[in-house]
């Protein structure tokens, strides 16, 4: 007998690959939550991707429901709690991007700084005296400031040191040690806002980090720093105090790959600032990563299909 599947996105091919032996796969026509709840009747698996989101009443419409695949580490848009009522566990991904997004943080970094964007319009424009107008940043000799140390961040770190950077992290989760392991000095949130020349987010929004990135705390940034946001966009609650530093030159740079709501919005006039880079929530989905993503989800969702444990499990309390 094969199991049945509920995709609430496209899933690539090599997933499309192991799920063949056990389940059949349907993919919904659009990831609303009216649309997946009619569908999910006779589900055995759901697979979540991107916001969709799985509430209480998409549970109560999925009787049949053994076990719930999420491509990514973020799982704030599903029913924890509900789901371990309901001795559903939910796989997850964590780590598996982490390199991808670690080395999209390094290149927002790169191209602000060395002002890429500029140079390429200026020599197409057939601007060649551009080069005398302005000056690019560097790397090296500067202080980046990581928030948030987990996989992700150390993995900046580890890409950040051939460049000769003095390294900041702030985490109240991780042990000096650790950070010290890495070549890290653990400072306040704020000291890394007033001492970075690059502060790059790779925190978890929790109840304290969300909306961590205040009006407040832009007042305390080092003057020209370059902000980039990787990780979750309710961290920076207010897009019009980043433009406020923008213009008047606190910040020197932004870029983003989250937003809150998403999709974000693109009229802002903070996005037409030449010194904001953006993308949609793509930075950590690449060739490799998304090849690790849907192998690891697969591999822990037929685990479950087979009445084994999964290794990454967000809620292993259903299996005690």
Aim: proline content about 6%; hydrophobic content about 45%; charged content about 20%.
């Amino acid at each position: 007998m094969k199991y049945k599947i509920i995709a609430t996105g496209p899933l690539d091919q090599i997933a499309l690959d192991l799920f063949a032996p056990h389940a059949e796969v349907v993919v919904a026509p659009d990831p609303s939550e009216a649309t997946v709840n009619a569908l999910v009747a006779d589900a055995d698996v759901m697979v979540v991707r991107g916001d969709s989101v799985v509430t209480t009443a998409t549970l109560d419409a999925a009787p049949k429901l053994k076990v719930i695949g999420r491509c990514g580490v973020g799982y704030n848009n599903i029913d924890i709690d509900a789901a371990t009522a309901k001795r559903i566990p939910v796989v997850f991904t964590p780590g598996a991007g982490a390199r991808a997004v670690a080395e999209g943080a390094i290149a927002f970094m790169l191209v602000l700084c060395k002002h890429v964007r500029y140079w390429d319009t200026q020599f197409k424009a057939g601007n060649w005296t551009s080069r005398f107008n302005t000056i690019t940043g560097d790397l090296e000799g500067a202080t980046l400031g990581i928030v948030g140390f987990g996989r992700i961040g150390q993995d900046v770190a580890r890409l950040a040191r051939p460049f000769d950077m003095t390294l900041l992290a702030h985490d109240p989760y991780v042990e000096p040690d650790i950070a010290g392991a890495h070549g890290v000095k653990l400072v306040a949130l704020q000291e890394i806002f007033s001492m970075s020349d690059f502060i790059t987010l790779h925190a978890a929004v929790t109840q304290s980090s969300r909306g961590m990135v205040t009006r407040e705390m832009l007042q305390h940034v080092k003057h020209g720093a370059i902000l980039v946001n990787l990780a979750r966009g309710d961290l920076i609650p207010d897009l019009d105090a980043v433009h406020e530093a923008l213009q008047d030159g606190r910040l020197g740079g932004v870029g983003l790959d989250v937003f809150y709501p998403e999709p974000g919005d693109h009229t802002h006039p903070l996005f037409e600032h030449p010194n904001c880079l953006t993308s949609p929530h793509a930075i950590g989905m690449s060739k490799g990563a998304m090849n690790r993503i849907f192998t690891w989800m697969c591999r822990d969702v037929i685990a479950v299909l087979q009445g084994q444990r999964p290794e990454h499990v967000v809620n292993p309390r259903v299996f005690e």
